[in-house]
C-alpha cells in the first residue's frame, strides 16, 4: 500500500502531541492543564465529538485569537486526518465577526465539506458563495472536489470557467492533467500541455512528472525519452528521484531493463534525507522488476538504517523478494518482522499466506493463520479469501466453500469477493445439489452489500441450471 499514510499513522503523529493523561470525558476544563499552553496543543489532545467548546472556553478566558494560526491549526488538523475537527473550526471561524475570513479560507471550508459530507454539500456551499468571492482558490478547490470524484464533464466546465475568469494557473492545469491521466484520457494531455506553452502558463516539474508517467503507462517510450530530456535541459526544474523511477518503471514494462537500471542509479544520487523512506520502498519494488536481488538487498540495508523499520517496507521488500520467486529469504524476512513489530499488520503474513497458496503449500498457510489467531488477531476477509483461492487450486472443494463463507463474513467496506473463487466454489455446491448452500453465499454477499439487487437475483436463477459466471 503505497498506502498512503495509514489512518493509525495518522493516530499516532495526533496522539504525539497529547499528554500521557488522557483528556476525561465531556470536561472540557481539563485542557486547561498547564502544559497545553497553546490553543493547538488544547485542540489536539480533545477527541470529543466537538472541539467548539475548547474554543469557546480559549475566547471566554480572555486569550488572544490569531486568524492565521486557526488556518495553520486546520492545516494540522488535515495532515492528521480530523476533518471533521477542522470543519468546526473553519465553521466557529465564520460566526465570529471580529475574525475577517478570506475567500482562501472559504476554499479550505468548501474542501472540507466535501470530505465531511460530500460532493453535493460541497456544491451547495460553493453556489452559496457570493459572485465577488470566488476568488480562483474557491473555483479550485472545486475543481479539486471533482478530479478527486473523476467527473471529467464538471470538471472540464469548471475549468472552462476558471479560464473566461482569467484564472488561467499551473495548479489547474496538472489538477486537469492527473485528472485526464487517471481516467485514461491520455489524448488530452499534450492538448493541455500546448494550451499552457500558448499563453506562457509556466510548466513546472509536476506537470512534466503526470506527462512522463502517462507515457511510461501507455509504453510510448521515444516520447517518454524526449520530455526527459527536455525536463534536464530546462533550467527550472529541479530533478527528482520519482521522475527517474517513472521512467524505469516504463522501460521495464518494455524489458529495457540496462536503461531502467541506468534511471535507478540515477534516482538514488537524488534522494533527500526527508524522501528516503517512500523512495527505498519505491526502488525496493524496481529492483525486483528488474531481477536485481542484490540491489534489493542493499536497499533494504538502507532502508534498516534509516532507525525504524515500518510495516509497510517489510511489504515492500516481501512482495519483492516473492517477485524474485525467493520464498526462504521471504520467510526469514517475516520471521524477523515477527520479532521486531511494534504495530501489528495483517497485510505483512497476507503476503506470506499468498505466497504459500500459489504454490500450494496450504499447510504453511494454515500455519501462519493459527499463529496469527494465537497471538489474539483476527484473521480478515483478504485472508481467508487467499486462503480460498488456494483450496481451489488444490481441488480441496469443502475447504474452500468453508473458507469462502469466513471470508464473507468478515467482509468489510469495499472488500471485493474474487469471482473465480466464488465461481467455482457455486458450480462445486450447484454439482452435489446443495443448492441451499449455494444460495446462502449469494445471499450473504448481497446482505453485506457486495452484490446488486440485479445480480443477485440473475446467480440465484442460474444455479439450477448452469455453471455460474459471475
Not at 523512495?279 to 540495508?301: F, I, P
Not at 495483517?346 to 496450504?362: A, E, R, S
Not at 465461481?423 to 445471499?443: F, Q, V
Request: hydrophobic share 35%; charged share 25%.
Amino acid at each position: 500500500m503505497m498506502m498512503k499514510s495509514s489512518i493509525l499513522s495518522r493516530v499516532f503523529r495526533v496522539l504525539r502531541y497529547s499528554t500521557e493523561t488522557q483528556t476525561p470525558k465531556n470536561n472540557v476544563a481539563a485542557t486547561t492543564d498547564k502544559t497545553k499552553t497553546t490553543l493547538f496543543h488544547r485542540l489536539v489532545a480533545f477527541h470529543e465529538p466537538s472541539v467548539v467548546p475548547v474554543l469557546d472556553q480559549w475566547v471566554d478566558q480572555g486569550r488572544p485569537i490569531d486568524q492565521q494560526d486557526l488556518y495553520r491549526i486546520i492545516k494540522q488538523f488535515r495532515k492528521f486526518g480530523r476533518y471533521k475537527h477542522a470543519l468546526q473550526i473553519s465553521e466557529w471561524m465564520d460566526e465570529k465577526p471580529y475574525l475577517d475570513v478570506s475567500p482562501k479560507g472559504a476554499s479550505i471550508k468548501l474542501d472540507l465539506i466535501n470530505k465531511v459530507y460530500g460532493l453535493t454539500q460541497a456544491e451547495d456551499y460553493f453556489n452559496n458563495i457570493p459572485d465577488t468571492s470566488r476568488v480562483w482558490q474557491v473555483y479550485g478547490a472545486l475543481l479539486n472536489c471533482y478530479a478527486g470524484a473523476k467527473l471529467v464533464d464538471k470538471a472540464e466546465a469548471t475549468m472552462q470557467k476558471m479560464r473566461e475568469l482569467g484564472y488561467s494557473h499551473s495548479l489547474t492545469y496538472n489538477v486537469m492533467m492527473g485528472l485526464y491521466s487517471a481516467t485514461e484520457n491520455f489524448d488530452k494531455l499534450d492538448c493541455l500541455m500546448e494550451e499552457m506553452e500558448q499563453k506562457g502558463i509556466h510548466i513546472d516539474k509536476f506537470t512534466y512528472c503526470i506527462r512522463l508517467a502517462a507515457y511510461a503507462k501507455t509504453s510510448e517510450i521515444q516520447k517518454m525519452e524526449t520530455l526527459l530530456l527536455k525536463m534536464e535541459a530546462d533550467p527550472e526544474v529541479q530533478m527528482e528521484w520519482h521522475a527517474y523511477t517513472t521512467v524505469a518503471n516504463g522501460y521495464l514494462k518494455v524489458c529495457e531493463k540496462k536503461k531502467a537500471l541506468t534511471c535507478l542509479k540515477k534516482s538514488e544520487y537524488l534522494i533527500k534525507p526527508s524522501q528516503r523512506k517512500s523512495a527505498y520502498e519505491n526502488l525496493l519494488t524496481l529492483y525486483a522488476s528488474a531481477g536485481r536481488k542484490d540491489d534489493v538487498l542493499r536497499v533494504w540495508d538502507l532502508y534498516k538504517n534509516l532507525g525504524r523499520l515500518y510495516n509497510h517496507g517489510y511489504i515492500c521488500l516481501m512482495s519483492s523478494l516473492a517477485k524474485l520467486d525467493c520464498i526462504d529469504d521471504v520467510e526469514k524476512i517475516y520471521k524477523e518482522w515477527e520479532e521486531q513489530h511494534k504495530f501489528f499488520d495483517l497485510q505483512v503474513p497476507n503476503i506470506l499466506i499468498t505466497i504459500y497458496c500459489k504454490k500450494g503449500l496450504l499447510e504453511k498457510a494454515e500455519t501462519v493463520i493459527k499463529k496469527v489467531t494465537d497471538n489474539g488477531n483476527k484473521p480478515n476477509a483478504s485472508m481467508w479469501s487467499r486462503m480460498a483461492l488456494g483450496y481451489v487450486k488444490i481441488n480441496d472443494m469443502d475447504k474452500a466453500v468453508e473458507t469462502l463463507k469466513k471470508s464473507i463474513s468478515s467482509s468489510f467496506q469495499g472488500w471485493i469477493v474474487d469471482t473465480s473463487v466464488l465461481s467455482s466454489c457455486l458450480d462445486y455446491l450447484n454439482s452435489k445439489g446443495s443448492l441451499d448452500e449455494a444460495e446462502e453465499i449469494i445471499k450473504s454477499l448481497k446482505i453485506n452489500g457486495h452484490l446488486s439487487e440485479s445480480v443477485y437475483k440473475n446467480v440465484v436463477k442460474k444455479l439450477s441450471k448452469e455453471p455460474v459466471t459471475i
